[in-house]
């Protein structure tokens, strides 16, 4: 077991609660931002997030507006979906998140958006083509179709995994559907649903004026190694 693993099974329970609280509040406050880059309707969408040292995550409540969302509000899940604090129930599409969480261990953060460019895309069941520097820094490649799947029982989680186990893209467009993304954290997750909106809008208009270019393997892989390991601050050595 890593020492992270090991430290994280001995953590007091003081320490647990502190974690668990930090979360809620990070997850409620990362819903404003689906709000701030357009990315949902009523109260369509969700964030959740892995609560470090437990398996458990936090989402959003079911069909409560975004103006009303709080850490007081926020519910708290098992890995099998299932409620464990909360006044709510739990969102929808927990099953989908749930199912993310049991099977991708370094997944910290998913996100559920029906943004309009993306969702678009995947209403035309299409992958978004890498023709941008932006999508090889941030997707290193295309942004891959997922299959079509109905909610209710674990479809949904199993075509988001089964697509972007072993993919570099940290989202997925669900053909008919929408958009799932993840991150090490929630706040990752939700980066990576905000660019994918934003490629996706900036590639549609580019194909309304003729074909994009393709970028070559070689840039692509060269441009996603830049930027996932040099780019950034970078802590002092
Ligand atoms: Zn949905």
């Not at 994280?8 to 329970?13: D, F, G, M, S």
């Not at 989680?157 to 993919?167: A, D, M, P, Q």
């Not at 393709?214 to 601050?233: A, F, H, K, T």
């Amino acid at each position: 077991m890593s020492r992270e693993g090991a430290r994280r099974e001995t953590a007091a329970p003081g320490d647990r609660a502190a974690e668990r609280s930090r979360t809620i509040a990070t997850v409620a406050g990362l819903h404003a931002e689906l709000v701030r880059y357009n990315l949902v309707a009523w109260t369509a969408g969700n964030v959740s997030g892995r609560i470090p040292g437990e398996d458990l995550f936090v989402i959003k409540p079911s069909g409560v507006s975004y103006d009303e969302l709080s850490a007081a509000n926020m519910v708290v899940c098992d890995l099998d979906g299932d409620l464990v604090q909360g006044a709510h129930a739990p969102s929808s599409d927990t099953a989908a998140h749930a199912y993310v969480y049991r099977n991708m261990p370094d997944v910290g953060g998913v996100v559920h958006t029906h943004s309009t460019y993306a969702t678009a895309w995947a209403a035309r069941g299409e992958a978004i083509p890498c023709v941008l520097t932006a999508m090889a820094d941030e997707f290193g490649g295309e942004i891959p179709l997922g299959p079509f799947a109905l909610i209710g029982d674990d479809s949904i989680g199993r075509g988001i995994v089964e697509t972007l186990k072993g993919h570099r893209s940290k989202a997925v467009l669900m053909r008919n559907h929408g958009v799932f993304s993840i991150g090490k954290d929630p706040r990752a997750a939700v980066k990576a649903a905000v660019m994918c909106e934003d490629v996706a809008r900036t590639v549609h208009v580019a194909r309304q004026l003729g074909e994009p270019l393709p970028i070559p393997q070689d840039d692509i892989d060269r441009l996603y190694d830049r930027y996932q390991n040099v780019y950034g601050q970078r802590s002092p050595r």
